[in-house]
């Protein structure tokens, strides 16, 4: 049974910086395309970051060269980095996971049957 578990959110200042590990159980990296989701108030799911099977990663345009996906295999962890957060940022975050025998990793959160419980992050000015 795939479990994810999030940690990390907070409240930070603009500018500021938070790093969310995702726990990973029930699943491979190798077998599973992973991504990173939020949402803001009001709001749809929004896509993050995604990483495939071979570890290729695709960032929003919203977050490239602010925000970071990296892995523990050992930990069966998925981390992302956000540096230099913006108050737009504000959202709850959450992981998905979406098992893939091929590289290609929809960005559609519907497409993701697997889901942690999501973890808030605070960004203020």
């Known amino acids: 049974q795939v479990q994810l578990v999030e940690a990390g959110g907070g409240s930070v200042q603009a500018g500021g910086a938070l790093r969310l590990p995702c726990g990973a159980s029930g699943l491979t990296f190798r077998q599973y395309c992973m991504g990173w989701f939020r949402q803001a108030p009001g709001k749809e799911h929004e896509v993050v970051a995604t990483r495939n099977i071979y570890g290729r990663i695709t960032y929003a345009d919203s977050v490239k060269g602010r925000f970071t996906i990296s892995k523990d295999h050992a930990e069966n962890t998925l981390y992302l980095q956000m540096d230099s957060l913006k108050p737009e940022d504000t959202a709850l975050y959450y992981c998905?996971?979406?098992?893939?025998?091929?590289?290609?990793?929809?960005?559609?959160?519907?497409?993701?049957?697997?889901w942690g419980q999501g973890t808030q992050v605070t960004v203020s000015s």
């Open positions: 998905g996971a979406q098992y893939r025998s091929t590289d290609v990793c929809s960005t559609d959160p519907q497409s993701f049957p697997h």
